[in-house]
């Protein structure tokens, strides 16, 4: 054979050349390929807030703590959630603390979240008023705050601009229940009374305001204080006013001595509405008959069927949370997995974690979850997508009976005289 | 405003049977501090512990509380009792501050320790949730049974403290220290069953809570005002000060909330609270 | 003499080292250390601002947090109807809570014991009532002022360090002071104090005075550094932790409230991290136990040693 000058033969070299090539083609196309593929971020999300686990607003606290739990690993065993800019998967990690239902730990809790624990994006406590104390915090810093558990008018009024609201406004929470009494009484009158905190009164007022904007005389508008422990004045006052129906309250204990006491005090009228007590199976627990035909509004139920773009379907998210925790899901717990949901979808629209595209994302959101519509006014934040239903307690179950589209019992009118 | 005579009758009936309540549950606050001189914060959380109890004795076995209240009223004065022995002796000799103090710790420790075992929901007895018509006033029927149990208990209270000689060494303790030592009275021993009975009515009272009223394991706060406020406008140490002042303060609250507005019944009750305080214990 | 020279010297290094740590963080920027300090000086001067009345006379006042509350409601009140910048009105919040101290101080002077501190609790939580009935005080919501001015963490931190450092010279002057020495004596025997020839009555107002007006000056301070005034700051709960850290640290004494308000403040602050649904249990229970064990204070620890007693004798 003929052999060059370093000794080897033109065959061998071009077997060389050849293999060094296929090679070097393969491992192209292998490093070319994984460059597409998205690889899991090492450091996680973080979602911090501070809840109520002790204190006031404990019931629902928990709720919500149960429900944004739940999001957690539900996004987290679909591997977490996809930022295109960096092209990783975020896994979701939560940090929260108790706020013991008090604004001032709120304001440390924040300060801290914000500045010790760094967290990425921020949720807000439960209750309008621990809400509020919230934003001032995030919003001093410039940070995106997912407002869920609170929706008193105020917060969205403040001219914040990093906030995003979940539920129904409260000023709209009592329309519904007014609308009821004007499909069934010719010229209504009404009492609204409310307890002395921000989110009860948005609600009274808000109703006060579509009552007067739709003829209905209010014959009385009365606050009570946060810790009666005896309503029976303020209810005497309306005993002596003639009215059709009584709306408004509070929270869970007065609530549900509120409707005690008007039962003991004879007072009978043909609607009685209240804010949250009526939701949580203990509303029933404590009442019992006397509970029939009371009326509230609610922000989601179990029955409701939503036509979803986003994340589980109701039956998925109702098995799953009572496999979690062992209890069934509340309004409050539905709305905490939402809020995930939501946040999700903005990151994964917006392609990014900074803080600015986020918000900018939801201005452009519209979707639908299994808690219902998300979407939100660009201006304030505050939530326009989401709707309310109105729920009947009628022989010791919860009914959904407004509006009509989707009752699932027919309403009872008049409430059955005590 | 509202004047009718009917809603005013309504109004006074409403606010007797609500401060008969407040009375009584005023009553054990007022025996440890008069008798002992300690002011027990703890009173509010253990008001709602033996309304706990009720509830848990009324829903698990199905209690009425008519049994609970006298059964709540033993326990207590075991503990009350127990309470004694163990702490009487070292929160009687230091500084009121930290006797202060130590019932603060004693509240928060109680009130979520039944936060972790019950949860927060809120709690109620739907017992006797009924009216019935006396004339124009309209009248529960739990707290018209509460109010039985009320005035048995005090009258029973009554004979005790007026009748019995250790009634009357308790009232003499409350009068003079030093002179009921003087006449012989076993103080330590007044202590000690000073602390059971003040326990004792204590949980009876919270069973009557539970009776009437929804609670959450932090309700307890929102009675200590109106128990000290009792205390203060009936006299340390005065049973029968107590169960009085309890009832005019109800009354008082009551009309205050009818004929003007609810929101601002608390101010008014605390703000009587300081002008008795004032009038009565200034030194000019 | 040579040991107070030493004294001194000692207490002046130790001084230039504190502040040197405490204002660390603004030099660094660091916004986490700067709100958490920011925090842990506003609890410590609501301590020292409590010892004026509570450490050295002894009148233990459940209401001193209403004056705090007032501050902040004057600032943030203040700043909503004329929308300037609310550190002009930090020195309305001080004069305006040392006035309302003149005008109930002196009957509620008058009554000792547990009569003054129920007193102060019913004066507190009616306060609390009354500013949720008031419409231009926006009932329960209370007063944001985030939006009438530019929030500055460095001033908000600075202004607060002067504060501590301020209260902290003027318990030093005063527990070496005859006035201080007068209050003493009130706190131990005020019958004997007044057939020393004590005016108590002055004394024990002027203190009063002084002590809710401070209060009110970290009042007006919070609600700046909060953003926002609320009812919530007439909580109860503050004022008992503020009471309990200074009984902890040893009320009248100079390092007490020092002492005091950094240890509760570490503790709670563990305890909820660690413990988020037991932690009250658990600190109801220390609570308890330093009630019972700790009769004059930690500062009262270091007299029991006689070289510590040496140097602290009047600290």
């Given at each position: 054979m003929k052999k060059d000058k370093t000794g080897l033969s033109k065959v061998?070299?071009?077997?060389?050349?050849?293999?060094?090539?296929?090679?070097?083609?393969?491992?192209?196309?292998?490093?070319?390929?994984?460059?597409?593929?998205?690889?899991?971020?090492?450091?996680?999300?973080?979602?911090?807030?501070?809840?109520?686990?002790?204190?006031?607003?404990?019931?629902?606290?928990?709720?919500?703590?149960?429900?944004?739990?739940?999001?957690?690993?539900?996004?987290?065993n679909k591997g977490g959630i996809f930022v295109k800019d960096e092209n990783k998967y975020y896994k979701v990690e939560l940090k929260y603390y108790d706020d013991k239902s008090s604004k001032d730990e709120v304001i440390r809790l924040y300060e801290k979240l914000i500045n010790e624990d760094k967290v990425d994006i921020l949720?807000?406590?439960?209750?309008?008023?621990?809400?509020?104390?919230?934003?001032?915090?995030?919003?001093?810093?410039?940070?995106?705050?997912?407002?869920?558990?609170?929706?008193?008018?105020?917060?969205?009024?403040?001219?914040?601009?990093?906030?995003?609201?979940?539920?129904?406004?409260a000023s709209k929470?009592?329309?519904?229940?007014?609308?009821?009494?004007?499909?069934?009484?010719?010229?209504?009158s009404i009492a609204i009374i409310h307890k002395d905190d921000a989110f009860a009164k948005s609600v009274a007022e808000g109703a006060k305001a579509y009552a007067e904007q739709k003829g209905v005389k209010v014959l009385a508008f009365e606050m009570y204080p946060r810790d009666a422990k005896d309503l029976s004045p303020i209810l005497t006052k309306i005993k002596g006013v003639k009215v059709d129906a009584i709306l408004g309250g509070g929270h869970y204990e007065d609530e549900v001595l509120l409707v005690r006491q008007a039962k003991e005090l004879g007072i009978n009228v043909e609607v009685m509405a209240l804010l949250v007590s009526?939701?949580?199976?203990?509303?029933?627990?404590?009442?019992?008959?006397?509970?029939?035909?009371?009326?509230?509004?609610s922000h989601w139920e179990p029955q409701l069927k939503y036509q979803i773009t986003i994340g589980p379907s109701v039956d998925e998210f109702m098995s799953s949370f009572k496999a979690k925790w062992g209890s069934d899901p509340s309004y409050h717990s539905a709305a905490g997995f939402a809020a995930g949901l939501?946040?999700?979808?903005?990151?994964?629209?917006?392609?990014?974690?900074?803080?600015?595209?986020?918000?900018?994302?939801?201005?452009?959101?519209?979707?639908?979850?299994?808690?219902?519509?998300?979407?939100?006014?660009?201006?304030?934040?505050?939530?326009?997508?989401?709707?309310?239903?109105?729920?009947?307690?009628q022989g010791g179950r919860k009914e959904v009976v407004w509006p009509e589209n989707v009752a699932t019992a027919k309403i009872i009118y008049p409430k059955p005289s005590w | 405003m509202v004047t009718s005579a009917d809603i005013i009758l309504q109004t006074l009936v409403n606010g007797f049977l609500m401060g008969a309540v407040y009375g009584v549950a005023a009553i054990g606050l007022s025996l440890v501090w008069g008798v002992l001189g300690l002011v027990n914060l703890s009173h509010g959380a253990l008001l709602i512990s033996a309304a706990y109890i009720t509830f848990i004795l009324y829903a698990g076995l199905g209690t009425?509380?008519?049994?609970?209240?006298?059964?709540?009223?033993?326990?207590?004065?075991a503990a009350g009792f127990f309470f004694y022995k163990l702490f009487g002796r070292r929160l009687t000799s230091t500084d009121p501050s930290y006797s202060l103090l130590f019932f603060f710790g004693l509240s928060l420790f109680l009130t979520n320790v039944i936060l972790n075992l019950l949860g927060p929901d809120v709690r109620g007895i739907p017992w006797l949730i009924e009216a019935t018509a006396l004339g124009p006033v309209s009248v529960s029927l739990s707290r018209l049974v509460s109010f039985g149990l009320v005035a048995t208990s005090f009258i029973t209270l009554y004979l005790f403290i007026t009748k019995t000689y250790h009634g009357k060494a308790i009232r003499a303790v409350v009068a003079n220290r030093l002179g009921a030592v003087t006449a012989g009275i076993d103080v330590q021993w007044i202590f000690t069953i000073s602390t059971s009975i003040g326990f004792g009515i204590t949980f009876f009272s919270g069973s009557l809570v539970a009776l009437v009223n929804p609670f959450t394991p932090t309700s307890g706060d929102g009675y200590l005002m109106y128990a000290f406020a009792t205390v203060v406008l009936g006299g340390v140490g005065n049973i029968v000060g107590a169960f009085l002042a309890g009832i005019l303060l109800g009354v008082v609250e009551s009309l205050v909330g009818v004929l003007f507005t609810q929101g601002v019944s608390p101010a008014v009750a605390f703000i009587t609270l300081v002008l008795v305080i004032l009038f009565r214990y200034g030194r000019r | 003499m040579a040991v107070?020279?030493?004294?001194?010297?000692?207490?002046?290094?130790?001084?230039?080292?504190?502040?040197?740590?405490?204002l660390l963080p603004m030099f660094t920027g660091d916004t986490s250390s700067m709100a958490y300090f920011w925090t842990l000086l506003q609890f410590l001067s609501l301590v020292l601002s409590l010892n004026l009345i509570t450490g050295f006379t002894g009148y233990i006042n459940f209401g001193h947090i209403a004056y705090y509350g007032y501050g902040a409601y004057t600032v943030a009140y203040l700043t909503t109807i004329t929308q300037l910048n609310p550190y002009l009105f930090v020195p309305a919040a001080a004069i305006g809570s040392a006035l309302i101290a003149l005008l109930v101080g002196k009957p509620l002077l008058s009554v000792r014991g547990p009569y003054f501190t129920i007193a102060t609790l019913g004066l507190g939580e009616a306060s609390r009532t009354i500013i949720v009935n008031l419409p231009f005080f926006n009932y329960s919501e209370g007063l944001p002022i985030a939006k009438f001015f530019k929030y500055d963490a460095f001033s908000s931190y600075i202004s607060m360090w002067l504060v501590a450092v301020g209260l902290f010279a003027l318990t030093f002057f005063i527990k070496r002071s005859r006035y201080g020495l007068m209050l003493e004596t009130i706190r131990e025997d005020e019958d004997l104090a007044e057939t020393m020839g004590i005016d108590?009555?002055?004394?024990?107002?002027?203190?009063?005075?002084?002590?809710?007006?401070?209060?009110g000056l970290v009042g007006g301070l919070t609600a700046i550094t909060y953003v926002y005034a609320h009812p919530g700051f007439f909580s109860i709960s503050i004022n008992v932790a503020v009471i309990a850290s200074l009984l902890l640290g040893g009320g009248g004494t100079l390092l007490g409230p020092v002492v005091g308000a950094t240890s509760y403040f570490i503790i709670a602050d563990t305890l909820l991290t660690r413990f988020p649904y037991l932690h009250l249990i658990i600190f109801g229970t220390i609570i308890m136990g330093i009630s019972l064990l700790l009769p004059r204070g930690l500062v009262y620890l270091m007299y029991k040693t006689p070289k510590l007693r040496g140097l602290f004798y009047d600290a």
């Open positions: 061998a070299i071009v077997a060389v050349v050849a293999v060094v090539l296929v090679v070097g083609a393969v491992a192209a196309v292998l490093v070319l390929s994984q460059q597409g593929r998205p690889s899991v971020a090492e450091k996680p999300l973080t979602i911090g807030f501070s809840i109520s686990i002790s204190g006031d607003f404990a019931v629902p606290g928990k709720k919500q703590l149960e429900g944004i739990e739940l999001w957690r690993d539900y996004v987290n949720f807000s406590p439960y209750s309008s008023t621990l809400a509020l104390t919230a934003a001032g915090i995030s919003e001093k810093y410039g940070r995106l705050m997912i407002v869920v558990g609170a929706n008193s008018d105020t917060i969205f009024k403040q001219g914040y601009r990093y906030i995003v609201g979940t539920y129904t406004p929470m009592l329309t519904q229940a007014i609308d009821v009494v004007l499909k069934y009484k010719q010229s209504p009526p939701s949580l199976p203990a509303f029933y627990d404590a009442l019992k008959e006397t509970s029939q035909g009371i009326l509230a509004p939501y946040i999700q979808a903005a990151i994964e629209k917006a392609g990014t974690l900074k803080n600015d595209a986020l918000r900018q994302a939801f201005n452009e959101l519209d979707i639908v979850t299994f808690y219902g519509r998300l979407k939100i006014d660009p201006a304030t934040g505050n939530q326009i997508g989401h709707e309310l239903v109105l729920l009947q307690w | 009425p509380p008519l049994i609970s209240a006298p059964l709540a009223f033993l326990i207590g004065a | 107070d020279k030493g004294r001194y010297r000692l207490g002046l290094y130790a001084a230039i080292v504190v502040s040197a740590v405490s108590t009555r002055r004394t024990k107002l002027a203190v009063y005075v002084l002590s809710s007006s401070t209060a």
